[in-house]
T-cell receptor
Framework: DVKVTQSSRYLVKRTGEKVFLECVQDMDHENMFWYRQDPGLGLRLIYFSYDVKMKEKGDIPEGYSVSREKKERFSLILESASTNQTSMYLC??????????????FGEGSRLTVL | DAKTTQPPSMDCAEGRAANLPCNHSTISGNEYVYWYRQIHSQGPQYIIHGLKNNETNEMASLIITEDRKSSTLILPHATLRDTAVYYCIVRLIHGSSNTGKLIFGQGTTLQVKP
């Protein structure tokens, strides 16, 4: 089975701290994604990557950056955390479009609280 | 990607079929219909997808109307564990402009009751 593992289920950080959220997938997927999920707003795409060292902005990239140095790992970085970044963060991976079902495999999520 | 419209919530009795509707009136010919669900405190999980033919797998059935402007996800014998938010999404699966990303709407909260 495909496994997408997010490093932390729960984090509490202070305003201004630098935050790293790590995601690892074990199925050699090319595509990886970071979403955030907030009540009433659903899932919103922050960034995605379709290859090592490649990244594309999603719908809400402001305040975030990403890193993909290895195919299996996609990191989300909050350079200076703010309270409005308190949210559930979800990582996902998939094969390239046109290969397989196009299914996205999600991790369990990381719930970040910024105080 | 085309926008979808789903009812915000539905109830279903345990053991009965749950029929979740989705409108996607602006769907284009090369866009697929995908269904995901999200159980509380977990990441979304793929259920099924289809283009124009009806599809069935071990989890559910997907019925797509002939004009493809709407679809229905059917859980044939709902259990309490099927209580979740169900998302209907339409997206390209082929094409150079497709990055594979999914745009999620608000979904339907299905409550299965004993």
């Amino acid at each position: 089975d495909v496994k997408v593992t997010q490093s932390s289920r729960y984090l509490v950080k202070r305003t201004g701290e630098k935050v790293f959220l790590e995601c690892v997938q074990d199925m050699d997927h090319e595509n990886m994604f970071w979403y955030r999920q907030d009540p009433g707003l659903g899932l919103r795409l922050i960034y995605f990557s379709y290859d090592v060292k490649m990244k594309e902005k999603g719908d809400i990239p402001e305040g975030y950056s990403v890193s993909r140095e290895k195919k299996e790992r996609f990191s989300l970085i909050l350079e200076s955390a703010s309270t409005n970044q308190t949210s559930m963060y979800l990582c996902a991976s998939s094969l390239l479009p046109g290969v397989g079902t196009g299914e996205l495999f999600f991790g369990e999520g990381s719930r970040l609280t910024v105080l | 990607d085309a926008k979808t419209t789903q009812p915000p919530s539905m109830d279903c009795a345990e053991g009965r079929a749950a029929n979740l509707p989705c409108n996607h009136s602006t769907i284009s010919g090369n866009e697929y219909v995908y269904w995901y669900r999200q159980i509380h405190s977990q990441g979304p999980q793929y259920i099924i997808h289809g283009l124009k033919n009806n599809e069935t797998n071990e989890m559910a059935s997907l019925i797509i109307t002939e004009d493809r402007k709407s679809s229905t996800l059917i859980l044939p014998h709902a259990t309490l564990r099927d209580t979740a938010v169900y998302y209907c999404i339409v997206r390209l699966i082929h094409g150079s402009s497709n990055t594979g990303k999914l745009i999620f709407g608000q979904g339907t909260t299905l409550q299965v009751k004993p």
